[in-house]
T-cell receptor, first 115, second 115 residues
């Protein structure tokens, strides 16, 4: 079974600085999708960014970008120009392209943004 | 659009009681999901449905039942509640043709405590 590991339970960043959240995953599949979700104190899960494994180009969404290293099975999230509203739990998730109903989540990283 | 709505927001159950968690989506999504999130952990899939009348087990289905009589509603039933079912429950939905990095939209969650 696929597993997703987030090795940083907590991270903190100064407002306006850059922070990188780590995620690694274990799979024997060649085609899959990767996601980063944000969960603020409201508990609402919000999609931040997604990456298709067949795409070599790293995904970017405004201040959020990923470093996708397929061979290393690594999928880190970089947040640039951090804002107070970025403070939340961040979850990395994996979904197989062969079983679209099985999304695997990491344990999460709690990000604190200091003013 | 209200998106994905869940009721109730909070509930306390005694061991052995039963209850139904309600989930409704107004986006005409064909896929719906139930997840649970234990403290300090990521989400785990309980059950999912690919359309009205079709449901299937996820990673942690024991102790739960679901039904999908309409496209909009996907209730989760807990029979004989146990302390191990204390968790936050999330309902999600998505539109899928079977392939693709489609986004799952999440409800706000239900915090359930079994004592």
């Amino acid at each position: 079974a696929q597993t997703v590991t987030q090795s940083q339970p907590e991270m903190s960043v100064q407002e306006a600085e850059t922070v990188t959240l780590s995620c690694t995953y274990d799979t024997s599949e060649s085609d899959y999708y990767l996601f980063w979700y944000k969960q603020p104190p409201s508990r609402q899960m919000i999609l931040v960014i997604r990456q298709e494994a067949y795409k070599q180009q790293n995904a970017t969404e405004n201040r959020f970008s990923v470093n996708f290293q397929k061979a290393a099975k690594s999928f880190s999230l970089k947040i640039s120009d951090s804002q107070l509203g970025d403070a939340a739990m961040y979850f990395c998730a994996y979904r197989s392209a062969y079983n679209n109903n099985d999304m695997r989540f990491g344990a999460g990283t709690r990000l604190t943004v200091k003013p | 659009n209200a998106g994905v709505t869940q009721t109730p927001k909070f509930r306390i159950l005694k061991i052995g009681q039963s209850m139904t968690l309600q989930c409704t989506q107004d986006m005409n999504h064909n896929y719906m999901y139930w997840y649970r999130q234990d403290p300090g952990m990521g989400l785990k899939l309980i059950y999912y449905s690919v359309g009205a009348g079709i449901t299937d087990k996820g990673e942690v289905p024991n102790g739960y039942n679901v039904s999908r009589s309409t496209t909009e509603d996907f209730p989760l039933r807990l029979e004989l509640a146990a302390p191990s079912q204390t968790s936050v429950y999330f309902c999600a939905s998505s539109y899928s043709t079977g392939v693709g990095s489609y986004e799952q939209y999440f409800g706000p969650g239900t915090r359930l405590t079994v004592t």
